[in-house]
């Protein structure tokens, strides 16, 4: 057999397209784990402090509530409702679309449920939801955005368990007379959900018109995991702000 020169140039010739191969290869395999799977979403407000900070990355599992058109990157019109469909849980912090928007925030509300808001309290059908008094919010001002080198702040927080046993921790920067803190009555739609965020003065929700019922279409997925967490308004590719600024104590904590 022929083993020469030519030969050597053939094998020589396919390297580059082994190459650019493999990098296909793992694309697809990064599309197909991104879209199934897992997606990382990093939060960029305050509107669910405490339980998830600014910096903090997650991990979003998509296959918890089956999959939609919002599944797919770029949201193509290529599905209809869900495909593999399964139920939120109320107190579940899930990531959305809206709009042309990613948000994340808390199911409190379910289909048929009767959501209102007096004087801070949150009633669910009719009954407050039970909250107890926690220590102090010490840190940054989570009331309105800040400097990262800004002065410390004291705030309220509350321990808040909902009907079916999940709890959680809420800020309150104080009573409004108005929106966010005294509202209607809001009655869910079949098919979608009344979504707020732990930072109860503090996040765009479904209190606020912009927001509304958040669609069970438009569901993304469930928030998981925090695999990497950064303060300071640093980013996870700053690495030089990593020995100042990482958060280790965040780093692989669940997400509830």
Request: hydrophobic share 35%; net charge neutral; charged share 20%.
């Amino acid at each position: 057999m022929n083993r020469g020169p030519k030969a050597k140039r053939q094998g020589a010739e396919s390297r580059p397209f082994d190459t650019v191969r493999t990098v296909i290869e793992a694309l697809l395999i990064a599309v197909v784990f991104r879209t199934l799977l897992f997606q990382p979403f990093v939060i960029p407000s305050g509107s669910m402090e405490p339980t998830l900070l600014v910096g903090d990355y997650l991990f979003v599992s998509k296959y918890s509530y089956g999959y939609s058109r919002y599944s797919l990157p770029f949201a193509p019109p290529v599905l209809s409702g869900r495909v593999f469909g399964a139920e939120p849980q109320r107190g579940d912090i899930i990531v959305f679309r809206h709009g042309s928007l990613d948000y994340i925030k808390r199911v409190i509300g379910l289909p048929g449920d009767r959501i209102q808001v007096t004087g801070g309290t949150l009633l669910i059908n009719g009954t407050a939801v039970v909250r107890e008094r926690t220590a102090d919010f010490v840190g940054h001002n989570p009331c309105e955005p800040s400097p990262a080198d800004s002065p410390a702040v004291r705030v309220r927080r509350w321990h808040e368990t909902l009907p079916n046993g999940v709890s959680y921790e809420t800020l309150e920067c104080g009573i409004s007379p108005g929106l966010p803190d005294n509202t209607g009555v809001y009655s869910v739609p079949p098919g979608h959900y009344f979504m707020m965020g732990d930072n109860r003065e503090n996040s765009d929700d479904s209190r606020f018109p912009d927001l509304g019922f958040i669609p069970y279409e438009s569901l993304i997925g469930r928030a998981q995991v925090i695999f990497f967490s950064i303060g300071g308004g640093n980013s996870a590719w700053e690495i030089w702000a990593w020995p100042r600024y990482l958060r280790w104590d965040r780093l692989f904590k669940l997400v509830h």
